[in-house]
């Protein structure tokens, strides 16, 4: 297996992690946000869940792309490029969205501001977990005896 197969996989893995707690942030600051300023409360919450989503599945994506564009070679400029790249869309993107739903009247931001939090939180422990739980080689190196694949 390759290094770009295995990263791909663990990213790919990371990204329907974040699809699963973008819809329990969806459910739970639902209910929470209907519960604190009915409809408000609701559109705030679906709005921060797919913030979550979005931007984990940036990241993941980004990887993903720099893996297939360096043909796994995690040490490429171009692989640096892309994922930071991508980093730096979400900023600015992020910064965007906060400046464009600050004072809408539709927007509860209380309720946006704690699903956004959530989100983050949520997506680090993802990461974290399933960056722990893979196998991923340390070094790429042939032993002798090892047949080549």
């Known amino acids: 297996m390759t290094t770009t197969a295995t990263t791909d ?11 699963l707690l973008a819809l329990a942030i969806a459910v739970v600051g639902s209910l ?5 300023d009915g409809g408000r409360g609701v559109v705030s919450a679906l709005i921060g869940a797919g913030i979550a989503f979005v931007f984990t599945a940036m990241t993941g994506a980004s990887v993903i792309i720099a893996n297939r564009v360096t043909r796994g070679v995690l040490l490429h400029p171009a692989y640096f490029g892309i994922v930071l790249g991508g980093w730096l869309l979400k900023f600015i993107v992020f910064l965007v969205l906060l400046v464009v739903l600050k004072d809408q009247p539709w927007i509860n931001t209380i309720v946006l501001f704690v699903c956004i939090i959530a989100s983050v939180l949520g997506s680090l422990v993802i990461d974290v977990v399933v960056i722990a739980r893979s196998r991923l080689p340390y070094v790429d190196t042939a032993l002798p005896g090892d047949q080549k694949a």
């Open 9 to 19: 996989t663990v990213f790919a893995r990371i990204i329907r992690y974040g699809a």
């Open 32 to 36: 929470v946000g209907w519960l604190a």
